[in-house]
């Protein structure tokens, strides 16, 4: 038997242990999986998972036990900080064509550049990660109601899922906003599996332009 404790993971016989979350991906690294240790600043010590090693050395983080200066220079480290982790990859694949993003109603347009925001950020590569050893997942994207330009990004197994909210008018556009363990934790408007991912890791919506 095994399961969680607050932020502990234990099984029946053996002693609980600490959650361990990736600062820049936010995924808790699997029973078995380590950690690398890295410092922002020289300083502060945080927890990277081996998805995002090479995240962190581009942004010129120093390792624990490596190296005792980093490749970027500080200016360019310290704008690439935590607050620019997210921001539009340059040459990013669209998921949808230009002109077939005109074609598309107000609502499947948000979608689709929700979509291109979340292959662009570090958690697609998460995701992409968990899919190697869970398989592909269910994916829905929902726009949500209201003033700001908000959509749900849900990316599910059997076993766990994770949500991302995409807001348009955040500098940080892409966050994780909820995760959980059971699919009938989820809101029946999030289960509309609208979306899937492709084996590069890409998720596509199903929108069809008119």
Not at 38 to 52: A, N, Q, T, W, Y
Not at 119 to 145: K, Q
Request: glycine share 8%; charged share 30%; proline share 6%.
């Amino acid at each position: 038997m095994s399961g969680r404790l607050g932020p502990f993971t234990y099984s029946r016989g053996v002693p609980a242990r600490p959650v361990v979350t990736c600062v820049i991906c936010e995924r808790s690294l699997l029973l078995g999986e380590r950690s690398l240790r890295f410092s922002p600043d020289g300083r502060e010590l945080v927890d990277v998972c081996p998805l995002c090693r090479d995240r962190a050395l581009e942004l010129g983080w120093y390792r624990e036990g490596g190296a005792s200066h980093p490749v970027v220079p500080d200016e360019r480290r310290r704008r690439r900080g935590l607050a620019g982790l997210l921001g539009r990859r340059a040459g990013s694949e669209a998921v949808v064509t230009e002109p077939a993003l005109r074609r598309l109603s107000r609502p499947e347009q948000a979608v689709a550049e929700a979509a291109e925001l979340f292959n662009a950020s570090t958690f697609r590569r998460a995701v992409e990660g968990i899919a190697r050893s869970l398989g592909a997942p269910l994916v829905s994207i929902v726009p949500l109601s209201g003033v700001r330009r908000e959509v749900v990004i849900t990316v599910a197994w059997d076993i766990s899922w994770y949500q991302y909210r995409v807001d348009f008018e955040s500098g940080q556009a892409v966050r994780l906003a909820e995760r959980g363990y059971e699919l009938d934790e989820l809101d029946s408007s999030f289960v509309r599996w609208n979306a899937h991912m492709r084996e590069d890791g890409l998720i596509v919506p199903e929108v069809e332009p008119r």
